[in-house]
């Protein structure tokens, strides 16, 4: 692995597929809108699914050019471990969250397993292995099909595909919000940043990558809402505003955007820090994921018990 570049600081690439889909589909953005306004009326409404028996369905597709990013079942496995654990609220580094905010962690309460049954009703591992000529993958989605080097997705109403392979120009992952088209629907892991051994490599190998795309991959933002300017908004009422991403491992607190004395709310899942110093999601999160859960997303729930069993 000495000779592949591995990113310095946590880069996502949401917001570049956001910006492309845009530009590409007209229908994205009238799409994005009306979730938007379904969202704000489910979390308003105040009843939203809470129950701890979401179980979301989980295809991962390794693809891999070298020998290496052909990972192990045991990484795989310790992904899903990761996050169960981020998304059932049970990592123990939760005791690191300042006390002003410990009032403020929430549990979605989500679970994840790897399929143990393909569309057809066949037993399956819910791992796909495909090798690829291609050195490094970016931003434009050709991983998710076979015919420009990846691996086809599984129906992304049912199943979360999530495309674990070898990415460029310093990219940790990206993910598709609910909006998008199902043939790119999923996440994007670079093979080094998934799980919590075999090729996982600090200061990512956590799981902390996947938790975080998988946040975009429920309707989440980035915390400080993707702008310079302090104008910026994540959508989220409970997560204080803040001016930039934050990087590695911040002191407590560090102020932006006139929001002292407490700061940024950099251990969020949807910062930009390392693996290590990310613990927490909000209520306000919460309420976003469970409404997509019960809104675009809604066949994932529905139907999972039919494709883990």
């Known amino acids: ?94 005791a690191g969250i300042p006390g002003i905010w410990k009032g403020m962690f929430a549990s979605p309460a989500i679970k994840f397993a790897l399929a143990t049954k393909d569309i057809n009703g066949n037993p399956t591992s819910g791992i796909t292995r495909t090798r690829t000529n291609i050195a490094g ?7 998710k099909a076979v015919a420009t080097g990846g691996a086809d997705p599984w129906p992304a109403e049912r199943y979360l595909n999530i495309w674990v ?32 051994t075999g090729t996982a490599r600090a200061p990512f190998n956590v799981g902390r990558t996947a938790t975080h795309e998988v946040g975009h991959y429920l309707n989440l933002r980035h915390i400080w809402g993707d702008t310079e300017d302090c104008s910026g908004s994540d959508l989220v009422d409970d997560t204080p505003g803040q001016q930039l991403p934050n990087y590695g491992t911040p002191a407590f607190p560090h102020i932006s955007c006139s929001n002292g004395p407490n700061g940024d709310m950099f251990m969020n899942y949807m910062d930009y820090v390392d693996d290590a110093a990310m613990f927490m999601f909000t209520p306000g999160q919460v309420a976003r994921m469970h409404a997509t859960l019960e809104g675009p997303r809604s066949l994932l729930v529905s139907e999972s018990s039919e494709l883990i069993a």
Not at 69 to 90: F, H, M, P, T, V
Not at 137 to 143: A, H, I, M
Not at 168 to 186: C, K, M, V
């Open 165 to 196: 392979c070898p990415l460029s120009g310093g990219l940790l992952g990206y993910a598709q919000f609910p909006a998008g088209p199902p043939a790119t629907d999923g996440v994007v892991i670079l093979h080094s940043a998934f799980g919590t």
């Open 137 to 143: 993958f970016s931003t434009d989605d050709k991983v």
């Open 1 to 94: 692995m000495a000779d592949e570049e591995f990113p310095v600081r946590r880069s996502c690439g949401v917001m570049q597929v956001h910006e492309r889909l845009a530009e590409q589909i007209p229908e994205y953005r009238a799409r994005i809108a009306a979730i938007e306004d379904r969202t704000r009326a489910r979390v308003a409404s105040g009843l939203l699914r809470m129950a701890v028996d979401i179980t979301i369905p989980v295809v991962v597709h390794v693809v891999f050019n070298s020998p290496a990013q052909n990972i192990s079942d045991e990484q795989i496995k310790s992904q899903i471990d990761a996050l169960n654990r981020d998304y059932g609220g049970k990592n123990t580094d939760k």
